[in-house]
């Protein structure tokens, strides 16, 4: 049997990982300021993370949620603190994108309603509906496709109003920060928008926080730079740290019924292991914190590239959007400086490092950049 050829791959083995370098079968070290796509959140190997899990696996890796699992009642309370939202109920499942998927079903079946708001260059999974709220038509199958998802432009207060207007609005799904969109930062106003919006029409605000949240942008969730609530937080990415989970966070007034969502694997003993390390590492070494100010270094100093066409983001999600000539800068950053960072397409290099990146490696990664500009001049003359 061979894979299934789906990703183009770069040809590099990474066989070991160290905070926020990693390591190839040659034993060349690079610095990973892509977080294997803004999962890694307290770099690899973090001693404490491995040997929670370890202990854990001793004792039970997995049973089914037919039985009291109390891991799961002291994840929903450590996230519930460290989110700041410690009056919302917690539902674990295994990805993002089933995330998104159990939040716009659970927003339906609280509302009865169907259609739902998704914006321009969203990104919110690959299930069914979390693929038709993509902007992606390529990745959407005929199966997938839905006339109950409207896509709006971004930030266009205008367009929001006249389409709760025009339809019986279920919910709104919405990045704080786009990030396969090319890190696009919602505004603070069109997020209070659609908190005034869902309130006046009794639908829900689906903040999708799978890449922009669990801390990343210095805030638990980058909506909360709006200082408003939404109903439902979806979550995965850095929350295990590399194990897989996912969660929503969904406030009070959602109430459950019996058998309304279920999942077999989602929230077994393992992945909460995994997960309350994660938030136990966050709170003790001040994660947020460093993601807040390492992130607004690295934003400013990036500012001052006069070859910069822009800089977006916050904390350590960041785009840096170059201009055409520049295209190659990623490559070059990882063949001839080792170092991996993300991508939005056509010309953005993404960074979603370890929330605990340091200093100096923030300044390892401008001076390589730096050089990568300043070589591709020397070409162009
Ligand atoms: C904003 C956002 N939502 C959802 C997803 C889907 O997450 P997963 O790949 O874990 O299903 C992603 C993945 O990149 C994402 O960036």
Redesign the pocket.
């Known amino acids: 049997m061979k894979l299934f050829d789906v990703y183009p791959i770069n040809p590099i083995n990474i066989v070991k990982g160290v905070g926020s370098l990693v390591y190839d079968d040659k034993g060349t070290e690079y610095l990973d300021l892509y977080g294997g796509?803004?999962v890694i959140s307290i770099g690899h190997t973090n001693p404490h993370y491995v040997k929670r899990l370890e202990d854990q696996l001793h004792q039970i890796g997995f049973y089914s949620n037919s039985i009291e699992i109390p891991l799961q009642k002291q994840l929903a309370e450590k996230l519930g603190h460290v989110s700041g939202k410690e009056d919302y109920q917690l539902f674990l499942c295994n990805?993002?994108?089933?995330?998104?998927e159990n939040a716009l079903k659970l927003a339906s079946f609280y509302n009865g309603k169907k259609m739902v708001i998704a914006f321009r260059k969203?990104?919110?999974?690959?299930?069914s509906l979390?693929v038709a709220a993509t902007d992606n038509p390529k990745i959407v199958a005929p199966v997938n496709e839905t006339d109950n998802v409207i896509f709006l432009p971004w930030c266009d207060e205008a367009a929001l109003e006249q389409a709760f207007n025009k339809y019986e609005i279920s919910s709104v799904i919405i990045?704080g920060i786009?990030?396969?969109g090319g890190i696009q930062v919602a505004s603070v106003s069109f997020l209070q928008k659609i908190r005034s919006l869902c309130d006046q029409y009794n639908s829900v605000f689906i903040a999708?926080s799978?890449?922009?949240g669990y801390g990343r942008t210095g805030k638990f969730y980058s909506q909360d730079f709006a200082g408003v609530d939404a109903d439902i937080y979806?979550m995965?990415?850095g929350m295990g740290n590399g194990f897989?989970i996912?969660a929503i966070s969904i406030a009070p007034k959602i109430k459950p019924a019996y058998f309304m969502l279920g999942t077999t694997f989602g929230g077994n003993h393992l992945a909460c292991a995994a997960a309350l390390a994660v938030l136990e590492v966050m709170e003790q070494d001040k994660l947020m914190q460093n993601a807040a100010t390492v992130g607004g270094y690295l934003i400013e100093e990036l500012k001052k590239f006069p070859q910069v066409k822009e800089v977006r983001g916050r904390g350590l999600m960041i785009g840096i959007e170059l201009p055409e000539e520049l295209a190659h800068a990623k490559k070059d950053l990882l063949f001839k400086h080792h170092i991996f960072t993300g991508e939005a397409k056509p010309n953005v290099i993404r960074l979603l490092p370890a929330l605990n990146l340091s200093m100096a490696h923030a300044d390892r990664f401008l001076e390589a950049f730096n050089s990568v500009l300043k070589a591709s001049e020397v070409v162009a003359h």
């Open positions: 796509h803004a990805s993002g994108a089933e995330a998104n969203s990104f919110h999974g690959r299930t979390a990045e786009q990030g396969v999708d799978v890449q922009c979806s995965a990415k897989p996912g």
